[in-house]
């Protein structure tokens, strides 16, 4: 039988056996191959296909020609012999005489395409093909230890993001929804929405990612890796806005995680575990009013038919704008059956810590507790004119000191309530009937609280339930104090800060923060591990036009983010490479 058909049998041979003995230990007989546990492949066909690419029939025969003289091989494939043999390929073969003749030495450059074209297959068995050598007996499947099979770590400090495309990058992103005030109007599923999340599966395209895109429409550019058994560490953020917002809300954490896919992608980098950029959808709540919904949805903590059900102001639901724009994805929403491995976020501050000290990052280390109430008073309708001011049941003047009130609870030391740092803010108000010579009969106050702590929540929230019950009953009203949502306080997984920390310190930054605001990362948190980066804003402005992060602090928040993945990466292969 001739050699080249010899080859074929045994190399499919090869993979035949693997795709059925995946549970085969690791190790080797000295002579074999080492096999390691892997998932059936079926890659026999594209073994074939390139070995039944053409092998000059007496190809072996004229490389082993012994003396001088020139074989004359009559070559059907791409290689060609020691001699003139005929084939499609223009590569010499490397001859080596044993004889007083010389041999013919060329390139040897069919075996290495056959080399090249076998690599992707053999790594599914663990081997590798051997250097070229003098002879063909040498050219065997020589097996390798299994602490080879892997490509060495990647040194963190080695690779460079690159600041102009990262900020040439961010400033596509805001393409679609961008106002003639500078900042940015892209609610969730908006058209213009639509239009970024092409972009965003476009461009992420470019750097070798598939895409899963899940029940709420949460998209998923996935790079693979090498071990792509793990669910991939993902870098998430979202790319929807407040409808007076600015540029970098959610968009500089998308723009931060593309630039690592970029910086891996020119340099050839190959992961540990796969790597997947996260848009999340509706993180704003600004639209269909719930905050972080897909992520919360993924998380389990939203039901997906409640989330689906959520309609805007226009009596829209989220599942009929994710139908529109083609979002509604097949693949659940759910970390039980759409899993990953981490989850890093970059996000700017949204506060003016950082700017006060002039750093560019910090890194966050969990985010304080929230809650959310709606307060509704019911009072009488009257005329003004006519009504005694004594004799009124005004649910407007009570809302307005219940508004007051909040924000006393908050600041005033002589309360225990006033000395912790807490937060109250009234930003949502609906009155009717809304009409001018009319005394208010109902009045709906939305109130956002916010503690360091979820023991510090407890008693900022019974100082409102006391004071707004006591104002309740000054102004002769009924009320009703509605709990909304909580997102409990939480700390952020160590691991990962410290990745983060050893990442930050080589570009001079050592700023630590607890961020006041909710983020897709709360509810990543509860399931897998979590950590943040913020960015330095100018003054601290968010959800405005005029928010604005500096190049430089663009820049230095994807380099603090490439570093902090590829040490965490290197973690988890060491961690599942001594488990093996």
Known sequence: MRFSTLLSFGVVGIVAVHAVAVAVPFGNDGDGLAVREAAPVAVAEPIAEALGAGVSDDFVEKRQAKGKGKGKGKGKGQGKGQGKGKGNGKGKGQGNGNGKGKGNKGKGKYFNLLSRRLQPWLRHVNCTWAPLQPSIEQHVLKPRPYQSTMRPPIDPSSLRTSSTRTNATLAAACTWGSTASGGMNRVALNADDKLARDWFVSETSKFGCSHKIDQMGNIFAIRPGQNNHLPPIAIGSHLDTQPTGGKYDGILGITCGMEVLATLHENSVETYAPLAVVNWTNEEGARFPQAMQSSG??????????????????????????????????????????????????????????????????????????????????????????????????????????????????????????????????????????????????????LDLRCMTDEHMSVVVAECKKQFEKIRNECHLDMVMEHKWTSKEIQFDETMKECIRSSAKREGCDMELVSHIGHDSVYTSKIIPTAMIFARCKDGISHHPAEFCREEDVATSAQVLLGAYLRYDQQIREKYEKSV
Not at 310 to 317: E, M, P, T, V
Not at 341 to 349: G, K, P, R, S, Y
């Open 297 to 446: 949805v993924w998380a389990g903590e939203i039901s997906l038919e409640s989330a689906w059900g959520l309609k805007d102001d226009d009596g829209i639901s989220v599942k009929e704008e994710l139908e529109k724009t083609g979002y509604l994805g097949e693949t659940p929403c759910s970390f039980k059956k759409n899993p990953l491995l981490a989850h890093f976020e970059v996000h700017i501050e949204q506060g003016p810590l950082l700017d006060r000290a002039e750093r560019s990052i910090a890194v966050v280390r969990g985010v304080e507790s929230i809650k959310w109430y709606y307060v509704t008073l019911l009072g009488r309708e009257g005329h003004a004119g006519s009504t005694p001011m004594n004799e009124r049941k005004d649910a407007l003047l009570g809302a307005s000191k219940i508004i007051a009130a909040a924000n006393n609870i908050v600041t005033d030391e002589r309360l225990e309530s006033g000395r912790l740092g807490a937060r109250a803010t009234v930003a949502w108000i609906q009155s009717s009937p809304q009409s001018l010579n009319t005394i208010a009969g109902k009045v709906k106050i939305g």
